[in-house]
């Protein structure tokens, strides 16, 4: 058992002790644990660190924000760090107008955003519109509404009941499988007429890093609009430059109703998310209609002065021109693991590639995770998938060092577990 106090989620805390790496500092796509160890950082710490570990910038803006003004409410208050990143998100967004209500994790954005569809077609007259249509293996949260929009038994087991929801098939929105129409069959009409939102992936994250096509996300805006559903594009995973633009629906030219955001938002340096919210939806309450939703530290002046200056670090240094070129770099580096007996698929988008591998080998993905990091390179498995997202500033050297680590990784288990084969 791990001595710290520290009750860590989504882990098993009884083998933890071992295997839980000490991180205590980051440079770029670098970070070094206690013994001094230098370890390439696959994963951006939680997918998030989009801009890389260390940034002066961030840290000073940090610090000039909380010497100026450490906190204020945006309840019945305004601040200013939270008035000029708002103006910046919706101008960067694929949204023309719109408003941001900030929270600090993306479930709570995810929350906000199901609790404001609700709230919206109750105000509209559209009675009976509280559902949510969502993909099987999407991921949009822990919270009780957030996590309702996953079908995934396993992360579900032991805190339901949930919300009502219908879901659809992750693998037939994969690159153009499924007819749309076939994969919404077994919702009946009458029941069609009770959903509220669809939240939906540009590229599906911890369900199994799957790229949604141009042609799906076109054909459900449109099933969107003829069934008066509201069009939530979760760009928590995808958002400022993990797929190569800015917002990772951008590839389908699509203007959702919601866009919700954290993680790259400010690349981790402070908690912070957002709900972008269309003119259209935010109406009812720009003519006076009070939304009862909030938290406390939402709207945080020092948070979104670390997010303003990540932004500016993204469009100064022409992140997302990097993270599609290493991403096309990375993807072709892999080729070189198709044929391997060990991997099924390679499958993503700029620098978001998931390696499915084979289940031949028990907990292949946990093995491989934990012989990556003795060669110094930090992933984190989920089950057989073996997420690389590495921060966006990556460069060729890093691709390079990243790949072989990789191989010699997959090569150690076919190996050393080859006899499971
Ligand atoms: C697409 C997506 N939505 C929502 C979430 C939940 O975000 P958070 O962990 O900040 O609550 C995640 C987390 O990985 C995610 O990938």
């Known amino acids: 058992m791990n001595s710290s106090k520290v009750f860590h989620p989504y882990t098993d805390n009884s083998t933890f002790a071992d295997e839980g790496?000490?991180?205590?500092?980051?440079?770029?796509?670098?970070?070094?644990?206690?013994?001094g160890r230098k370890y390439i950082d696959g994963i951006s710490g939680l997918w998030n660190v989009n801009v890389g570990h260390g940034r002066e910038r961030i840290a000073k803006a940090i610090h000039d924000q909380l010497k100026r003004l450490?906190?204020?409410?945006?309840?019945?208050?305004?601040?200013?760090?939270?008035?000029?990143?708002?103006?910046?998100?919706?101008?960067?967004?694929?949204?023309?107008?719109?408003?941001?209500?900030?929270?600090?994790?993306?479930?709570e954005a995810n929350e906000?955003?199901?609790?404001?569809?609700?709230?919206?077609?109750?105000?509209?007259g559209n009675q009976g519109k509280n559902r949510t249509l969502s993909l099987s293996r999407g991921w949009h949260g822990c919270s009780l509404g957030s996590l309702g929009l996953t079908?995934?038994?396993?992360?579900?087991?032991?805190?339901?009941?949930?919300?009502?929801?219908?879901?659809?098939?992750?693998?037939?929105?994969?690159?153009?499988?499924?007819?749309?129409?076939d994969l919404l069959c077994k919702i009946s009409p009458k029941d069609i007429r009770t959903i509220a939102a669809l939240f939906i992936?540009?590229?599906?994250?911890?369900?199994?890093?799957?790229?949604?096509?141009k042609e799906h996300m076109i054909s459900l805006k449109r099933f969107c609009e003829e069934n008066g559903i509201l069009f939530v594009a979760d760009e928590v995973a995808t958002g400022f430059g993990r797929t190569g633009t800015m917002f990772g629906i951008e590839f389908s030219e699509i203007v959702p109703d919601m866009i919700t955001i954290a993680k790259g938002v400010t690349s981790g340096y402070q908690p912070l998310s957002g709900t972008l919210i269309a003119k259209h939806i935010f109406e009812p309450f720009s003519?006076?209609?009070?939304?009862?939703?909030?938290?406390?530290?939402?709207?945080?002046?020092?948070?979104?002065?670390?997010?303003?200056?990540?932004?500016?670090?993204?469009?100064?240094?022409?992140?997302?021109?990097?993270?599609?070129?290493?991403?096309?770099?990375?993807?072709?580096?892999?080729?070189?693991?198709?044929?391997?007996?060990?991997?099924?698929?390679?499958?993503?988008?700029?620098?978001?590639?998931?390696?499915?591998?084979?289940?031949?080998?028990?907990?292949?993905?946990h093995q491989v995770s934990l012989e990556a990091r003795r060669r110094g390179l930090i992933i984190r498995n989920l089950?057989?998938?073996?997420?690389?997202?590495?921060?966006?500033?990556?460069?060729?050297?890093?691709?390079?060092?990243?790949?072989?680590?990789?191989?010699?990784s997959i090569g150690h288990m076919q190996r050393d577990g080859g006899e499971e084969i």
């Open 201 to 213: 992936e540009p590229v599906v994250g911890a369900g199994g890093f799957y790229p949604i096509s």
């Open 70 to 107: 450490e906190f204020f409410p945006v309840f019945g208050f305004r601040n200013k760090p939270s008035e000029e990143l708002a103006d910046l998100l919706i101008e960067i967004s694929p949204l023309s107008e719109g408003v941001v209500f900030y929270s600090h994790s993306g479930t």
């Open 287 to 365: 003519a006076g209609v009070i939304f009862n939703h909030g938290y406390t530290t939402q709207g945080h002046p020092v948070c979104c002065a670390a997010a303003i200056e990540n932004i500016k670090i993204i469009q100064e240094e022409h992140i997302l021109e990097n993270s599609k070129e290493m991403g096309r770099y990375l993807m072709q580096r892999l080729c070189g693991l198709h044929g391997n007996p060990m991997v099924k698929d390679i499958r993503g988008r700029g620098l978001m590639i998931g390696i499915e591998l084979t289940n031949q080998v028990s907990e292949l993905g």
């Open 383 to 408: 089950d057989n998938l073996i997420p690389l997202m590495p921060p966006l500033t990556i460069d060729k050297e890093g691709i390079d060092q990243l790949a072989d680590i990789l191989f010699n």
């Open 21 to 35: 790496l000490l991180i205590v500092e980051g440079k770029g796509y670098h970070v070094f644990d206690e013994k």
């Open 112 to 124: 906000t955003a199901i609790k404001l569809a609700r709230l919206y077609h109750q105000l509209k």
């Open 151 to 181: 079908e995934m038994e396993g992360e579900k087991k032991g805190f339901g009941p949930f919300p009502e929801g219908y879901y659809m098939e992750t693998r037939g929105l994969y690159n153009g499988g499924a007819n749309l129409d």
